[in-house]
């Protein structure tokens, strides 16, 4: 089945750089790849997905690659602020339509 | 957020109990999903449902069972709770299979000693 693996585990970045985020995924027949954000305390949510069909999303401040060939995608968040400081997790829909998510990333914005 | 609520939000409870978490929602959603949370594991599936009485098994589905007699609520059993069952169990809603949004409920952290 889908194995998805995510990297770093935790991040500390400094307000105002750039945070990167990568998974890798197993099942060459996933689709889509969404990443859900979660604060302390709160629910996962969606932050932003991509499909199999585009390389690359963009929306405000974060965007999405992917990779087919490599079976990778990353989560790039540029001119971080202290708000999203968060646990970060990626997923991948798997053959049988279900999400398979990753360990999650713990970003810390240093003010 | 989606019209999705969870009940109880936090319980304790000792091995060898039943313990019985729900999920109700107002979105009139066909999927219905349960993980659970643990440090370390991200988010784990354990039983999902894709219609009223139609339910399949997730990735951690041992110990567990669940319940659809209704569009607008999921029902996840633990017949014998164990200790290893402690963790942070969260229902999630989607109009369709994987490929669309799914939208988390608040969560309910249970704990077994």
């Known amino acids: 089945g889908e194995n998805v693996e995510q990297h770093p585990s935790t991040l500390s970045v400094q307000e105002g750089d750039s945070a990167v985020i990568k998974c890798t995924y197993s099942?060459?027949?996933?689709?889509?790849f969404p990443w859900y954000k979660q604060e302390l305390g709160k629910r996962p949510q969606l932050i932003i997905d991509?499909?199999?069909?585009?390389g690359e999303k963009k929306d405000q401040r974060i965007a999405v690659t992917l990779n087919k060939t490599a079976k990778h995608f990353s989560l790039h968040i540029t001119e971080t602020q202290p708000e999203d400081s968060a646990v970060y997790f990626c997923a991948a829909r798997d053959s049988s339509y279900k999400l398979i998510f990753g360990s999650g990333t713990r970003l810390l914005v240093r003010p | 957020d989606a019209g999705i609520t969870q009940s109880p939000r936090h319980k304790v409870t000792e091995t060898g109990t039943p313990v019985t978490l729900r999920c109700h929602q107002t979105?009139?959603?066909?999927?219905m999903y349960w993980y659970r949370q643990d440090p370390g594991h991200g988010l784990r599936l354990i039983h999902y449902s894709y219609g009223v009485k139609d339910t399949d098994k997730g990735e951690v589905s041992d110990g567990y069972s669940v319940s659809r007699s209704k569009t607008e609520d999921f029902l996840l059993t633990l017949e014998s709770a164990t200790s290893s069952q402690t963790s942070v169990y969260f229902c999630a809603i989607s109009e369709s299979d994987g490929n669309n949004e799914q939208f988390f409920g608040p969560g309910t952290r249970l704990t077994v000693l």
């Open positions: 991509i499909r199999s069909n585009v």
């Open positions: 099942d060459s027949a996933s689709n889509y």
């Open positions: 979105e009139n959603h066909r999927y």
